[in-house]
Nanobody, 114 residues
Framework: VQLQASGGGSVQAGGSLRVSCVFSGRAFNMIAMAWFRQAPGKQRELVASIDGSGRATYVEDSVRGRFTISRDNAKNTVYLQMNSLKSEDTAVYYC????????WGQGTLVTVSS
């Protein structure tokens, strides 16, 4: 199973980006997924998670009201819509199972300039 994240880029503070992650395995609709991020010099942290059906979501306090996680099970893809971006959101964004059991992919770099 592989995870391929994409959609990162450079944006000014206050802007928006949507990152995507394609899951190459089976039974995607039964797997709770999550987005994580790792800023320079910091540990990787959970940003948001979503259950297999897409009906239950969770977002960390630091991004609540700005970030939205969603999924399209027909496309084996999970998304993270990021609005009102701040410089402190600058990080490499990764997706994985909520249990973090899959090998980490390369992630996608999001850079927010103030």
């Amino acid at each position: 199973v592989q995870l391929q994240a994409s959609g990162g880029g450079s944006v000014q503070a206050g802007g928006s980006l949507r990152v995507s992650c394609v899951f190459s395995g089976r039974a995607f609709n039964m797997i709770a997924m999550a987005w994580f991020r790792q800023a320079p010099g910091k540990q990787r942290e959970l940003v948001a998670s979503i259950d297999g059906s897409g009906r239950a979501t969770y977002v960390e306090d630091s991004v609540r009201g700005r970030f939205t996680i969603s999924r399209d099970n027909a496309k084996n893809t999970v998304y993270l819509q990021m609005n009102s971006l701040k410089s402190e959101d600058t990080a490499v964004y990764y997706c994985n199972m909520i249990t973090r059991l899959l090998p980490w992919g390369q992630g996608t770099l999001v850079t927010v300039s103030s």
